[in-house]
């Protein structure tokens, strides 16, 4: 049977000295620059206004994980300002890119993008043109059309989903993830690594998504081992965001499905990273995918070799790089884990997931 696949229309440029395409991109057009506020990205920051020119306004008080609240805050400073962007220039981690998007879907207007998140409504007007210059290896949403926006308040989490909101090009520069600290090279690290399985067993996969997705896991399952031991190790830098680029391409087409559904309700009640909290039960997920597709155990395969022991090999990289086995380790009770199960399941990514929840092993 035949799976569509979708081309994904953003222009991608990667590898070292991406950045300094920006002003060519730009073209002289009055942007707003979101970003994070932290001095190691003050000298990226620079090298953007450099060569595109000074923003309107900046807006470095992202937080991860973006909040209804948080925006809200920012589209009424940005109100104030009475400016007119005509682009949108994202230089952060996926909570500076899915902020970004928020704003560009409604030009920094809060109430309409509430609006059409909540009701469906139309925002009225085509998405701003957005840059994104991603600073870390994992989140991919400078290669989607997706951004994921958190309501505390309610408990929710809520998702952007819209054909305008890729971005217009994306420049993957593997210097700008070298300042990370180790906990957020190993969570961004994991949420691509999820990416790539997460598009292997679903149901939207296919050969070309597949290929994509092997090789973006061979390229973190190297890439994060080497920068556990030297976080300053060049290579390993460019082969995660290699590798979190591929994963992009490949999830981009096919969504994510159960493990992503799995880790809203563990990060939201729990307060556990994203890239931890969709990638601890990538095993569990495993073994409940295992043997339903000839074409996704092939995949599987060609990354972990036998299939046979794949999920016990993967349980054994994830510890080794500190990451906890058990939803107990999260405080997650076994009657609650049940419950998050069963509704990631019946959720909108849970049902992209080629497995049932028969075979999914009970806590």
């Not at 993830?177 to 067993?201: K, R, V």
């Amino acid at each position: 049977m035949s799976i569509w696949t979708y081309a994904n229309p953003v222009k991608l440029r990667f590898g070292e000295g991406a950045l300094d395409d920006i002003g060519a991109l730009a073209a002289g057009r009055p942007y707003l620059l979101v970003t994070h506020p932290e001095g190691a990205l003050q000298v990226w920051r620079n090298r953007v206004i450099e060569r595109a020119g000074t923003p309107l306004v900046v807006v470095d008080d992202i937080e991860p994980n973006p909040s209804l609240q948080l925006l809200e805050h920012i589209c009424a400073r940005i109100g104030e300002a009475r400016i007119k962007p005509e682009l949108i220039i994202a230089l952060g981690g996926g909570s500076v890119i899915d902020s970004a998007k928020f704003l560009a879907a409604g030009h920094c207007a809060y109430a309409s993008v509430v609006a059409y998140l909540e009701e469906g409504t139309p925002t009225g007007t085509p998405s701003l043109p957005l840059i994104a210059v991603p600073t870390t290896s994992g989140t991919g949403s400078d290669l989607t059309k997706w951004a994921t926006i958190w309501d505390p308040v309610r408990g929710r989490k809520l998702s952007l989903d819209r054909d305008d909101l890729y971005a217009e090009a994306a420049l993957v520069d593997p210097r700008l993830t070298a300042s990370l600290p180790w906990s957020l090279t190993l969570a961004t690290g994991l949420d691509a690594f999820s990416h790539a399985l997460e598009s292997i067993w679903n149901r939207n996969a296919n050969p070309v998504t597949r290929g994509y997705a092997v090789q973006a896991a061979r390229d973190i399952l190297t890439g994060l081992p080497r920068l556990q031991a030297d976080l300053d190790d060049k290579d390993a830098r460019r082969l995660l965001a290699l590798g979190a680029a591929r994963a992009g391409l490949a999830f981009s087409n096919t969504q994510t499905a159960l493990a992503h559904n799995i880790s809203y309700a563990i990060t939201l009640g729990h307060g556990v990273p994203h890239g931890i909290a969709c990638s601890f039960c990538l095993p569990e997920v495993m073994l409940a995918a295992r043997g339903v597709s000839t074409e996704c155990d092939a995949a599987l395969t060609e990354i972990f070799a036998d299939l046979a022991v794949a999920p016990a090999k993967l349980r054994t990289f994830l510890s080794s790089l500190g990451v906890a086995g058990s939803p107990l380790e999260f405080g997650v009770a076994a009657k609650e884990w049940r419950a998050i199960v069963a509704d990631a399941f019946d959720g909108p990514r849970g049902r992209n997931f080629i497995g049932t929840i028969e075979q999914f092993p009970a806590l």
